[in-house]
Nanobody
Framework: QVQLVESGGGLVRTGDSLRLSCAAS????????MGWFRQTPGAARDFVAA????????FYAESVKGRFTISRDNAKSMVYLQMNSLKPEDTAVYYC????????????????WGRGTQVTVST
């Protein structure tokens, strides 16, 4: 089992930037694909970004492409989500997730989840 702890959320204004961090423990990070998902009240948890084990491949939802960047540091067991040009519609709880397979965008393929960090973007 992998323990994941997100941090870095907060209240920002439209156009601002935030960097989310995810600290992993319990398993060697390089054996896992990693993803970020987000969820608003009453809605499904949606895919945001994912990264391959080596970090060589990244995947993004269309709504964040060009604004968000996912990265990882396997030596530090950390995953990051750099979020630029934030919009009010980016407001959500952001979750870090770890998976053992090769399907990056489906939440059902991730087995371990953090508790989330709130991001609120005001107008």
């Amino acid at each position: 089992q992998v323990q994941l702890v997100e941090s870095g959320g907060g209240l920002v204004r439209t156009g601002d930037s935030l960097r989310l961090s995810c600290a992993a423990s319990g398993r060697t990070l390089s054996t896992l694909i990693m993803g970020w998902f987000r969820q608003t009240p009453g809605a499904a948890r949606d895919f945001v970004a994912a990264i391959s084990r080596s970090g060589g491949d990244t995947f993004y939802a269309e709504s964040v492409k060009g604004r968000f960047t996912i990265s990882r540091d396997n030596a530090k067991s950390m995953v990051y989500l750099q979020m630029n040009s934030l919009k009010p519609e980016d407001t959500a709880v952001y979750y870090c997730a770890a998976g053992r397979g090769y399907t990056y965008t489906e939440k059902s393929h991730y087995s371990d989840w953090g508790r989330g960090t709130q991001v609120t973007v005001s107008t």
